[in-house]
T-cell receptor
Framework: GAVVSQHPSRVICKSGTSVKIECRSL??????MFWYRQFPKQSLMLMAT?????????EQGVEKDKFLINHASLTLSTLTVTSAHPEDSSFYIC??????????FGQGTRLTVV | GQNIDQPTEMTATEGAIVQINCTYQ??????LFWYQQHAGEAPTFLSY??LDGLEEKGRFSSFLSRSKGYSYLLLKELQMKDSASYLC??????????WGAGTKLIIKP
């Protein structure tokens, strides 16, 4: 299957700082990338959908100014958590889709804000 | 509203067979996916059904009935490594993935 690489896998940051998470499709061009967050023992919650070259579409309740998404190329999307707070600590997962194929997931990023 | 239901937790014995059910109500339907997720890891794709019937892939099979809004994931010859959460997800009419809460499968020796 297609490979999606997400980096970093774990990050610890201080409250008030910003953290950038990268999601790359390694062997295909991803027209659409998705960003999820997952709290312990819960299912995935879609945060936003990004299409290459256009603004991301955020789900209701997700602050677009806090979770900045950039999808500048067909192989890279980034999520920046700005002014992070402890409640932003979560497991963030990206997935990529090309055409009609099913989405493939990155390895996930465990963010801890202290 | 859109809804996906699956059992919260199931327990099975190593070497046995287990069936995890998923029922859905969505606005439109463009396929149903099953994913496996081990604790602390991202989901891994298992299967995809868009037409009625059974799709077999090794020890795992997935069944779909669109008229009943129903799917199941069948796991045979269970191994301890199959202990994980199994997520059912439906792609709706807008090609958005709607996720179930997941079924935690516990395998006992």
């Amino acid at each position: 299957g297609a490979v999606v690489s997400q980096h970093p896998s774990r990050v610890i940051c201080k409250s008030g700082t910003s953290v950038k998470i990268e999601c790359r499709s390694l062997d295909f061009q991803a027209t659409t990338m998705f960003w999820y967050r997952q709290f312990p023992k819960q299912s995935l919650m879609l945060m936003a959908t990004s299409n290459e070259g256009s603004k991301a579409t955020y789900e209701q309740g997700v602050e677009k100014d806090k979770f900045l998404i950039n999808h500048a190329s067909l192989t890279l999307s980034t999520l920046t958590v700005t002014s992070a707070h402890p409640e932003d600590s979560s497991f963030y997962i990206c997935s990529a889709r090309t055409g009609e194929t099913e989405a493939f997931f990155g390895q996930g990023t465990r963010l801890t804000v202290v | 509203g859109q809804n996906i239901d699956q059992p919260t937790e199931m327990t099975a014995t190593e070497g046995a067979i287990v069936q995890i059910n998923c029922t859905y109500q969505t606005s439109g339907f463009n396929g149903l996916f099953w994913y496996q997720q081990h604790a602390g890891e991202a989901p891994t794709f298992l299967s995809y059904n868009v037409l009625d019937g059974l799709e077999e892939k090794g020890r795992f099979s997935s069944f779909l009935s669109r008229s009943k809004g129903y799917s199941y994931l069948l796991l045979k010859e269970l191994q301890m490594k199959d202990s994980a959460s199994y997520l059912c997800a439906v792609r709706d009419g807008n090609y958005q993935l709607i996720w179930g809460a997941g079924t935690k499968l516990i395998i006992k020796p």
